[in-house]
């Protein structure tokens, strides 16, 4: 099962069983737009490229964390 099939699968279950959503960031080699675009459709929430910036990697974890915002989203 590759990145896209697990986000897939994810979503499925979170349909199925009403559970909330859980946030999926994907970090890959893959930097091009049509990769980026295929990861959102897959139902992931971000997109990291690899290299990966610590700074960065920092600012979009907390971005989707409840410990940044206080709220789940």
Known sequence: MNGYQAAEKI???ERETGTAHLPI???TANAFEDNRQR???AGMDDFLA????MNLLAVT???WTDRHSGSSR
Do not use: E, H, M
Request: aromatic share 12%.
């Open 11 to 13: 979503r499925q279950w």
């Open 61 to 63: 974890l907390n971005k």
């Open 39 to 41: 990861c959102f459709a």
């Open 25 to 27: 960031v994907a970090l």
């Open 50 to 53: 690899k290299p990966v910036n």
